[in-house]
């Protein structure tokens, strides 16, 4: 009893439109009934007609048994309508303004569309068995053969693979002490590792001979027009498509932002409605992003790719000792939250539940351990055939997956 009565107090101040409306269909019966009787006395009806309008019955059986089917289909519409919420727009809000109180879960599996490249789509391949469709759009100076070769290696459910652009190009970064060199071979320098990169730039294939010049500020290739590479009609119908965008994890530099160089693809991203997640990286990458904060990092995605990313996923994982000091020697620090960018705000969840979060350049952050210490064995350059054995931090693909997920819904 208390759930009728708290459904049906929420129509009170409904009372009024009701009323005129009710009263409206009683006019309109009314006129239709007149209309009716007249047709009746003047015009000759086909017998079905006896049979439709039950006049086999007495005249107040038929009246009481269309009144109780009225009233029946009239309460029904009452009850439906106590489900929804409405309330009054204020005075002088334009004609076309509307406003959405709630939604219905859409229970089709979400489709994903990914911005990332390397080991990073690798790690998200396990969010495949949870979507309709995973697609890895890569980046646009990798050869998709070898994707198409390590994905060979083990089946991910669900999990496609789309280049952003028939063309080739190469992803160029004018360094903060004016070197200008592929991305590629920054963090192959050990001398380069203290720096990072103030511009990154596409230069179309095959690349000049000579040094290349980087384009004046703003400008997003050479003057070869490279930015203006024509998209794939996979990786339009791809971003058009997601109900998320996912950017990440990868390098910055060399993963996520090269495909939003180009004009047209950028242009997809920005107008899509998917909700975009941005996977910060663990660790500054050197002579990338060495100094940069979460907020730097947000920043160069709303520089280059002109929007700014709904959620941001930063690890909180306890990094050992060890393990930073390795990544100290070479010049690689966490990546951090800067108390100066960064503010406080409440958020509702869906179970109605208040909580604090913190929000970054407009992107709500959220911290949770996404990170796994794992053994990674690399060459010795000075005794090859040899290898040793050295404690990495990586992106935890099951934690990571949770996290999106939890976002999604």
Request: hydrophobic content about 45%; overall charge negative.
């Amino acid at each position: 009893m208390q759930i009728i009565t708290r459904r049906l107090s929420s129509l009170f101040f409904l009372l009024r439109p009701l009323m005129f409306i009710f009263m409206g269909i009683v006019l309109l019966s009314l006129g239709t009934t007149s209309l009716v009787v007249w047709a009746y006395q003047t015009v000759a009806f086909p017998p079905i007609f006896f049979y439709l309008t039950l006049q086999f019955l007495p005249d107040p059986t038929r009246g009481l048994l269309v009144l109780t089917f009225g009233l029946a289909v009239f309460a029904g519409g009452i009850w439906k309508l106590s489900g929804i919420a409405f309330f009054r727009l204020y005075q002088g809000e334009p004609a076309s303004s509307e406003v959405v109180l709630g939604y219905q879960r859409d229970r089709r599996p979400p489709r994903i569309a990914v911005l990332s490249g390397g080991a990073g789509m690798f790690i998200l391949a396990s969010l495949g068995a949870y979507v309709e469709r995973l697609t890895c759009i890569t980046p646009v100076q990798d050869p998709i053969e070898y994707y198409y070769r390590a994905s060979s290696l083990f089946h991910a459910p669900n999990v496609y693979y789309v280049v952003p652009t028939p063309l080739s190009a190469s992803v160029y970064a004018r360094l903060d002490h004016g070197l200008v060199k592929n991305v590629m071979h920054i963090d192959c320098d050990p001398a380069l590792a203290p720096h990072h990169v103030m511009q990154v730039f596409l230069v179309s294939e095959p690349a000049p001979a000579g040094p290349v010049a980087a384009p004046e500020p703003g400008q997003l290739s050479v003057p070869d027009g490279a930015s203006h590479l024509p998209v794939t009609r996979l990786a339009r119908e791809v971003l058009h498509e997601a109900d998320a965008i996912v950017l990440g994890p990868g390098s910055l530099f060399e993963s996520i932002l090269p495909n939003l160089l180009i004009d047209d693809l950028r242009a997809e991203v920005q107008k899509s409605a998917a909700r975009k997640i941005y996977i910060c990286n663990l660790m500054t990458e050197p002579g990338l992003t060495t100094g940069f904060s979460v907020g730097d990092h947000i920043r160069q995605i709303q520089q280059y790719g002109g929007f700014t990313p709904d959620y941001v996923l930063v690890n909180a994982h306890r990094i050992d000792p060890e393990v930073r000091q390795l990544y100290a020697a070479a010049h690689q620090v966490p990546v951090h939250l800067d108390p100066e960018e960064y503010e406080e705000a409440t958020m509702v969840t869906r179970e109605g539940i208040s909580t604090r979060g913190v929000v970054v350049e407009g992107s709500l952050v959220i911290e949770a351990d996404l990170a796994s210490s794992v053994i990674q064995y690399t060459a010795l350059l000075d005794h090859p055939g040899e290898q040793r054995a050295v404690r990495v931090l990586r992106h935890d693909p099951q934690k990571l997956t949770a996290a999106i997920l939890e976002l999604l819904r």
